[in-house]
């Protein structure tokens, strides 16, 4: 899994770290899942982005994987992935164009949420000579994008007399949500996740809709709504490497995360204070310290040190906190320290490389689906 040859000793901080071990066990116990509730598995790519990890998650059973952008389907169908579903609508003409070439080569899903989208995928199939295979996304309360439940079958029907589209299935991403509220009751937000989409598939498919797909599910809630009767696949992305956000949620220990980001201390101005040299360059900041549910204190868990918390970052400087503890531990400059970030999908993409950890090893492996936004 290497892009250069291996590395020995420690490298040149800030960069990601990911422990391969867990990584692999992460993607078992995702991988036996869906095998115990007789699901497909689609693995969200946007966490890692990186193709190799990708075979690993086919390897252990996934049918095929999941992305955001037609650039990072075009990325993986490079590297050999045959099984791709773009579960985002597509709108842009060339996107929808480039999505076209590339069903020629793969099985390639597409996701619609509009008329508008519908049609100009429409008529772009039927001007290239392709059939485009789509889903329907469903908004089941995060308010992102998707069409608004009620009007769902209507679209549907609407989308499934179209010539040069073949409707499958419905998905929809829903997150930790419960009765359209942030919830840490994962089992019952999974349940309901996978409840109301399985009903919704039950309804078009008595006005003649042949729905063969009802896809839901994220890291949190994918092992709850896998176990409802009618769910069909199920689509978690975080769960390869885990971080603190799914810690919080219950999901996995801290011991579980495959993913740090290992840091050197180049100040310390004062005894509560340190300041590392990873910033918001280096970490995500989507995932926000004291917001419900979670509730996180800081940026990230700063592994070894309990009451040491990032809670301050600007571009290329992190602040550390530190507790009594910490200041006890006699936090050095020059020392390197890791932290499990909040949030490593988008940690992930702020690195052009990441070091995968086996034993004493560092293999660098390019993310080669980095910054592919188009």
Same mark, same amino acid.
């Given at each position: 899994?290497?892009? #250069?040859?291996?590395?020995?000793?420690?490298?040149?901080?800030?960069?990601?770290?990911?422990?391969?071990?867990?990584?692999?066990?992460?993607?078992?116990?995702?991988?036996?899942? $869906?095998?115990?509730?007789?699901?497909?598995?689609?693995?969200?790519?946007?966490?890692?982005?990186?193709?190799?990890?990708?075979?690993?998650?086919?390897?252990?059973?996934?049918?095929?994987?999941?992305?955001?952008?037609?650039?990072?389907?075009?990325?993986? $169908?490079?590297? /050999?992935? $045959?099984?791709?579903?773009?579960? =985002?609508?597509?709108?842009?003409?060339?996107?929808?164009?480039?999505?076209?070439?590339?069903?020629?080569?793969?099985?390639?899903?597409?996701?619609?949420?509009?008329? !508008?989208?519908?049609?100009?995928?429409?008529?772009?199939?039927?001007?290239? *000579?392709?059939?485009?295979?789509?889903?329907?996304?469903?908004?089941? *309360?995060?308010?992102?994008?998707?069409?608004? =439940?009620?009007?769902?079958?209507?679209?549907?029907?609407?989308?499934?007399?179209?010539?040069?589209?073949?409707?499958?299935?419905?998905?929809?991403?829903?997150? $930790?949500?419960?009765?359209?509220?942030?919830?840490?009751?994962?089992?019952?937000?999974?349940?309901?996740?996978?409840?109301?989409?399985?009903?919704?598939?039950?309804?078009?498919?008595?006005?003649?809709?042949?729905?063969?797909?009802? #896809?839901?599910?994220?890291?949190?809630?994918?092992? =709850?709504?896998?176990?409802?009767?009618?769910?069909?696949?199920?689509?978690?992305?975080?769960?390869? +490497?885990?971080?603190?956000?799914?810690?919080?949620?219950?999901?996995?220990?801290?011991?579980?995360?495959? *993913?740090?980001?290992?840091?050197?201390?180049?100040?310390?101005?004062?005894?509560?204070?340190?300041?590392?040299?990873?910033?918001?360059?280096?970490?995500?900041?989507?995932?926000?310290?004291? #917001?419900?549910?979670?509730?996180?204190?800081?940026? /990230?868990?700063?592994?070894? +040190?309990?009451?040491?918390?990032? !809670?301050?970052?600007?571009?290329?400087?992190?602040?550390?906190?530190?507790?009594?503890?910490?200041?006890?531990?006699?936090?050095?400059?020059?020392?390197?320290? #890791?932290?499990?970030?909040?949030?490593?999908?988008?940690?992930?993409?702020?690195?052009?490389?990441?070091?995968?950890?086996?034993?004493?090893?560092?293999?660098?492996?390019?993310?080669?689906?980095?910054?592919?936004?188009?």
């Amino acid at each position: 899994m290497t892009d #250069s040859k291996p590395m020995s000793g420690m490298p040149e901080t800030p960069c990601v770290i990911i422990d391969a071990e867990r990584m692999n066990r992460n993607i078992q116990t995702m991988a036996e899942v $869906a095998r115990k509730h007789n699901v497909r598995l689609r693995p969200h790519a946007k966490t890692h982005k990186i193709p190799d990890v990708a075979k690993l998650q086919l390897e252990a059973g996934a049918v095929g994987i999941t992305v955001a952008k037609v650039s990072e389907a075009e990325v993986m $169908a490079e590297h /050999g992935i $045959a099984d791709i579903f773009i579960a =985002y609508p597509l709108v842009a003409p060339g996107k929808i164009e480039r999505a076209a070439a590339l069903s020629r080569r793969i099985r390639l899903i597409l996701g619609v949420d509009s008329d !508008e989208g519908a049609a100009r995928m429409n008529e772009t199939a039927g001007r290239l *000579g392709v059939q485009l295979t789509v889903r329907l996304e469903i908004d089941t *309360g995060l308010r992102r994008s998707g069409v608004p =439940y009620d009007d769902a079958a209507a679209l549907a029907a609407r989308i499934h007399a179209l010539e040069h589209l073949k409707l499958t299935g419905i998905y929809t991403f829903r997150g $930790a949500l419960l009765q359209q509220r942030p919830t840490l009751d994962l089992a019952d937000a999974g349940e309901e996740e996978g409840r109301i989409m399985v009903q919704l598939a039950e309804r078009m498919r008595a006005q003649g809709i042949p729905i063969a797909d009802v #896809s839901v599910g994220s890291t949190p809630t994918g092992a =709850y709504a896998a176990a409802v009767e009618g769910v069909t696949e199920i689509r978690p992305g975080t769960y390869v +490497y885990q971080d603190r956000m799914q810690a919080r949620f219950g999901v996995c220990g801290l011991e579980d995360c495959a *993913g740090s980001v290992l840091v050197t201390v180049v100040s310390r101005p004062s005894p509560d204070l340190a300041v590392i040299d990873g910033g918001s360059k280096t970490f995500a900041t989507d995932v926000q310290p004291n #917001s419900a549910p979670l509730m996180l204190e800081g940026f /990230g868990h700063v592994v070894g +040190y309990e009451d040491a918390v990032l !809670e301050r970052m600007s571009e290329e400087h992190g602040m550390l906190r530190l507790g009594p503890e910490a200041q006890r531990k006699g936090l050095k400059v020059g020392d390197r320290i #890791s932290v499990i970030p909040n949030h490593i999908c988008s940690t992930v993409n702020l690195h052009n490389r990441v070091l995968f950890r086996q034993g004493d090893v560092l293999e660098p492996k390019r993310v080669a689906g980095r910054g592919m936004l188009e």
